[in-house]
């Protein structure tokens, strides 16, 4: 018989008038991962911040909520102190903004142990060391005294579940812990804290909207759309015999289909030889050491109206080769774009050229100005390149670049904080196309997008592609999109080719065993 460990009866969360979770009810039993899954604005994350009173003060928080026999309703600030971190550990979606980017790591979890469990000095960095180990960071005495932006987002992320377990809790809250990780590290962080869960008898809260994640590692689902609970079951059971149709929505959701028809294989761009190399810092009173290569020698071509996707995991060198070929970063070798030498470019000519080189990031958020409307965001680039476009056309060209991209002509007088995600990269992309490019950098445009959002801007995509006859160069460690977006495929790793080729050939039958690692951890259903 299951034991319940985190229980909670009619959850009903509200900021002021507006109720963003209505009547939640759901356990967590002792040893089992509770999968609580759906879009982004379901309520996941305000439902478990809720259940631990960690929302802001206009939250008001109703219903029953039990961990173990703690009634946590009515415990006070100071019961909440002792549970929060001891009882209850918790590991957040991004840490680099969860950890001190002014503390060491050995420093900020050495802080829990002391305010928990009294443990300084010595036998605090010891348990610390032991805790890294815990969770297979390799140099774990070196780590301690190591600053957060020195380490990757795979051990960023194993730090934060040291610092979640030092004080072995009873339950584990993991809020989208792997959403912006390749896919080989997501598999292991998500190996690692089931051994974890076993290991210590946890029961484990598991946010998420990733189906094929929640399918490999949780025990039971909960479905939520606008604050309610859809449905609730065993995974196998859920999965297989679906009964609300917002569930067979997000089943449905995963991107398919096939890139758009290329007509004419003509060469835009052709790379000979493109490669990256830093300078290492030179130690005092001893050589130089040799440059590190980002990138290594590689060659390749994008066909008019072709996809090129780009994969691998961080560090790669992805990003690196790109800003490369777009002369936005150091690099060396011949680039040939549209029968231009545009290695061989500088000043003027450069800049001219840029207009036919767009760039959509990774994170819309970030690359758009939050002091700027979507009309002067969309319309800047434009206003660059063609200065003596009078106001009256340049209007228009937003209007109907907004309407390109699915957007209302309204939400030119709006900022970019008023827009979801998905409507926020459809803001990037209309600012990219309103040039009317002919090759389009596409830096992980779907990786912190929702499926069925990542699903439209997929389609989205491929229609202005096959309207337009834009190239993409498509970078993304999503086999899945990458799958539904690209004709050929670069496998990348530690910025050498590892093979290249068709992208339905590759994925399906791939020659490398990194590739066949790569296949592996994404767990691509079957191509349609």
């Given at each position: ?456 801007l997929v389609e989205l995509l491929r229609d202005l592609q096959a309207r337009r006859r834009l190239s993409y160069l498509f970078i993304s460690h999503d086999l899945a999109v990458v799958r539904a977006m690209a004709h050929r495929i670069l496998v990348l790793k530690d910025g050498e080719v590892m093979e290249q080729g068709d992208c339905r050939q590759v994925l399906e039958h791939p020659t490398s065993d990194y590739t066949r690692a790569l296949v592996a951890a994404a767990g691509l259903a079957p191509a349609d």
């Amino acid at each position: 018989m299951p034991e319940p460990l985190l229980r909670l009866d009619d959850l009903t969360i509200a900021f002021d008038d507006v109720t963003v979770v209505d009547r939640l009810s759901i356990t967590v039993n002792r040893g089992e991962t509770l999968a609580l899954v759906g879009e982004s604005g379901s309520g996941k994350s305000v439902s478990a911040l809720g259940a631990m009173s960690l929302l802001p003060p206009n939250a008001r928080i109703e219903g029953r909520r039990r961990l173990g026999d703690t009634d946590l309703a009515g415990l006070s600030e100071r019961g909440w102190r002792g549970l929060r971190g001891s009882r209850v550990g918790f590991v957040f979606q991004e840490p680099m903004t969860s950890l001190n980017p002014l503390h060491p790591i050995g420093k900020q979890i050495a802080e829990t142990l002391r305010l928990h469990q009294g443990l300084t000095g010595k036998a605090a960095r010891h348990r610390t060391r032991e805790l890294l180990e815990q969770v297979r960071l390799p140099r774990a005495e070196e780590l301690l005294d190591a600053w957060p932006h020195q380490i990757s987002g795979g051990q960023r992320q194993r730090v934060m579940i040291a610092m979640a377990i030092a004080n072995e809790p009873e339950l584990l809250i993991a809020d989208e812990p792997t959403t912006a990780l390749d896919v080989t590290v997501q598999q292991e962080i998500l190996a690692l804290l089931a051994e974890l869960r076993d290991a210590h008898g946890m029961g484990m809260l598991f946010i998420t909207h990733d189906l094929n994640l929640v399918r490999r590692h949780a025990d039971r689902i909960c479905v939520m759309h606008h604050g309610q609970v859809q449905e609730t079951g065993a995974v196998d059971e859920v999965f297989t015999r679906p009964r609300s149709p917002y569930t067979r929505l997000l089943m449905d959701a995963e991107p398919s289909g096939r890139p758009a028809a290329v007509e004419n294989r003509a060469p835009l761009l052709q790379a000979r030889g493109v490669g990256v190399s830093f300078q290492r810092p030179k130690r005092l009173f001893s050589r130089r050491p040799p440059p590190f290569e980002a990138v290594k020698p590689l060659d390749l071509t994008v066909a008019l109206g072709e996809t090129l996707g780009i994969v691998g995991e961080s560090g790669s060198g992805k990003t690196t080769l790109a800003l490369a070929l777009l002369r936005l970063g150091q690099g060396r070798g011949e680039i040939d774009f549209d029968g231009a030498r545009l290695d061989r470019l500088t000043g003027n000519d450069l800049r001219r050229q840029r207009r036919s080189l767009q760039v959509v990031f990774q994170d819309p958020y970030g690359s758009l100005s939050p002091r700027l409307p979507v009309f002067d965001i969309v319309s800047e680039g434009l206003r660059f390149h063609q200065p003596e476009l009078p106001l009256a056309e340049v209007e228009r060209r937003v209007r109907d670049t907004l309407r390109e991209v699915g957007l209302p002509e309204a939400c030119a007088s709006r900022y970019p904080h008023e827009f979801s995600g998905g409507q926020r990269q459809r803001i990037a992309v209309a600012r990219a196309i309103i040039l009317e490019p002919r090759l389009v950098v596409l830096d992980e445009p779907t990786s912190a997008l929702d499926r069925s959002v990542q699903k439209q801007l997929v389609e989205l995509l491929r229609d202005l592609q096959a309207r337009r006859r834009l190239s993409y160069l498509f970078i993304s460690h999503d086999l899945a999109v990458v799958r539904a977006m690209a004709h050929r495929i670069l496998v990348l790793k530690d910025g050498e080719v590892m093979e290249q080729g068709d992208c339905r050939q590759v994925l399906e039958h791939p020659t490398s065993d990194y590739t066949r690692a790569l296949v592996a951890a994404a767990g691509l259903a079957p191509a349609d």
